[in-house]
């Protein structure tokens, strides 16, 4: 055993630069793939957890249009067993508030009479402020989401407009309401005094609408209570559900988004560092062929022989995974924390499980290397003694090149008419098939993988040129009436409308609306109902930019649109029928599109407001304007004049303020992992090509002596080597250029298909995709150049002699 250590020993110190190289392969793949996995099981884990401790809802039930009783919904489910149902809460909604001298209108609020804590359901972990009963008189609580987005803390005021008055309250308390905590939200629940909501609140205009929570013991059966429920109320529940897949879908996605990618990535990289050294050991073996005959004349068996490699190996991998592990702590750590910081308290940060996972997933790699080490090194039990002292390889291969030699001089390949330098170059290149193929792979990969995070990251940050296909309008500008006392419809339309710098304008709203799934012919049992968010327009939908995958966008009386998640559940295609319950009125509409949107999870609908007025002909609720501006129109200008001509009573904001409030956040959590992972690649790729391209220039030594000798010089031989490795570089780009802008997108799709986007709105920016090619280059050509300075530090009548 004491030779095999020697032996193990003797190669790591006498190939230091390459052994430390493939361990830092090794512990970028560790650390990539045990950040994945640690991240994607964290993220769900500690929702999980935290939606556990506070009895956290499945199903968040809104009665907002008078469709049934209150008291008879609440009622019936507190009755039954296995449900825990909340307080019937009533609210307000109130859009938009004011903190400071900033406004912020695109905000959902629900003004909610607090009941007396503890709660039985979605109870309130207070991160700010003192804890009590209900907020004190003129105080309210407010979520992370809203208090953290936009840096408001204890003692700040609020002020929310209220049909003619303003309403201002101080903040007593930041929580973490589960529901509505969660990242790129525009909802938040306020939560009031009861005197003061009954004093400022109940006077408004309007009536009380209501909400409440229910918790399963076990979900997976909650389809079997709605039969019951719908059974017992004679119709289905008209009124909207959100259902825990949606609450709790912002809190996994951006995890869930960047763990699949890191998965991708590190097993890709694994492969890549497996390669190399499978390339590493049969280049050592062909080196120390001679070596290994003599070792086995003197009794050294095959299987020391394989030991030699396999153990070598194993070291190696035990040193670089471990610091990969413990890296990897730190890196999930920061990633976990950026997307659930809004469930971060004082008494219990964000803590994550690393043991466990990270142990396995260092002990797969290990075990993985070392089947590798085992599986190329096997070819040493094939090496006879006898041929590999006479011949320093095996026979046949002796006889293979002495062939070669007498007939490469009608394979040259028309080397002689290309100058020298690129001759030495892609003589280089072709010799060494193996280690050629290899940096092709890596180039390949280090440009696709740049070029999708370029892609990605661009495409996010530039949402709004591409929001339409997100789900969102697309109009110039957003306006809405806050103050119909002030202001009403009529009046707005002659003061504003008739503007001659808008092109076209749009009224909407929203309102519930339920799809009988068994109506599609797959219903579950007792899953009689889909409950989605209704979109009203009054004008075109074609003008406020909105688009579908498939069809077009609903424009008559009997015509709707639905989202990609609701035609899956109902299997529809455009052209179809769809049965809808409208107002709680059951109608008939043809599918016209099917579109995608990010929102609710593209479980909503589009219908035109002649839908809606065929059922309720006094329909008005639509008291957001969409706004497209004639070209040369300045819509900043526009939104400044609106807001200086009716003050509060109107909200008004330009398309790109909107998509910038909502997803900045995404941008934040987003751009430092994509930036951590493709960083991780171009170090792979300096430190692959580095090491290959010393592996062939201390094959070809001798070679090397011999150009220097007849005057060539290092700079010029260096230069040569580099351009063979640039070109096979670029042929690696070719492949790598598609991979990225159309191979990696296809996992981002299938991972956001679950969130309503089955295909990712990309941008191409041809600048910085060329860029990314570039690093890649860069990459390849500082490794090579790097390797070749051996060339420049060895004489040539040394290099001759060799």
Known sequence: MYPIWLLCLSNLKRKKVQTVFIGLIIMLASLLFSTAIVVMNNTGSIYSDFHNRVNGSHELLRLEEGLHDPAVVHEWWEKQSGVTASEMMRYRYIAGYSHGDKAYPNTD????????????????????????????????????????????????????????????????????????SSPFTSTSRIW????????????????????????????SQSASYWAAFEKKLGTPYLESVSRFESLSSFY??????????????????????????GFTISDAILSNYKTIGVLKSMGFTSGKTVGIYVIQYALLAVVAVVPGIVLSYFFSRTVVEMSLSYLRTPD???GIEFGASAVIVGLLIIATVIAAAYFFSNKARSIQPVQAIRFGMSEKDSAKMTLRMKTSSGRLFGFDRLPIPVSIGLRGVMKNTRGSLLMALISASTTAVLIFGFVFIFSIVSMNTTIASWGYDSSDVSLRIDNNLQVSNKEFEQDVLADPRIKNHSRLGEINGVLPVGSAGNSKPGEDSLS?????????????????????NPAGPNEIAVGVNVARTLNKSVGDSLDVYIQGEKTTLTLTGIYQAIANMSYSARVPVEAVRSIQPDFDAMDAYFINL???????SFVQEVEGKFGSAVWAATHESLVKQVFSQAVAVLVLPMTIMGLLFVIVTLVIV???????????????????????????IRSAVTSGTLALS??????????????????????????????????????????????SFLAVGFGSWGASKVVRATSPRILTVE
């Open 109 to 180: 609020l629900f003004m909610m009479d607090t009941p007396a804590r503890p709660m039985a359901v979605d109870q309130l972990v207070f991160v700010q402020g003192s804890q009590s009963p209900v907020p004190q008189a003129g105080t309210i609580w407010i979520p992370t989401s809203l208090a953290y987005a936009n840096k408001i803390n204890v003692g700040d005021t609020l002020s929310f407009q209220k049909d003619a008055e303003t309403l201002q309250l101080q903040v007593s308390a930041v929580v973490v309401d589960i529901p509505y």
């Open 192 to 219: 009031m005094n009861t005197q003061d909501y009954k004093q400022s609140l109940s006077v408004m205009e309007g009536k009380d609408r209501h909400m409440m929570g229910l918790r399963f013991d076990n979900y």
């Open 252 to 277: 996994m996605i951006t995890n869930k988004m960047i763990g699949f990618i890191m998965i991708f990535l590190a097993v890709f990289m694994i492969i890549v560092a497996l390669y190399t050294v």
């Open 348 to 350: 219990s940060g964000i």
């Open 532 to 552: 989605v968010i209704m979109s009203v327009v009054e004008g075109k939908y074609d003008d406020i930019g909105v688009v579908n995958l498939e069809g077009r």
């Open 630 to 636: 004639q070209p040369g129109t300045s819509p900043d």
């Open 690 to 716: 580095y090491s290959i391209c010393r592996i062939n220039i201390r094959k070809e030594q001798k070679t090397y002596g011999i150009y220097k000798s007849i005057g060539m010089t290092s700079r010029e």
């Open 730 to 775: 670029a042929v690696g780009a070719l492949a790598g250029i598609p991979l990225g802008l159309y191979g990696l997108p296809v996992l981002l799709n299938y991972i956001l298909s679950d969130y309503g986007i089955v295909k990712m709105p990309l941008i191409m920016n041809w600048g910085g995709i060329g860029t990314a090619v570039l690093l």
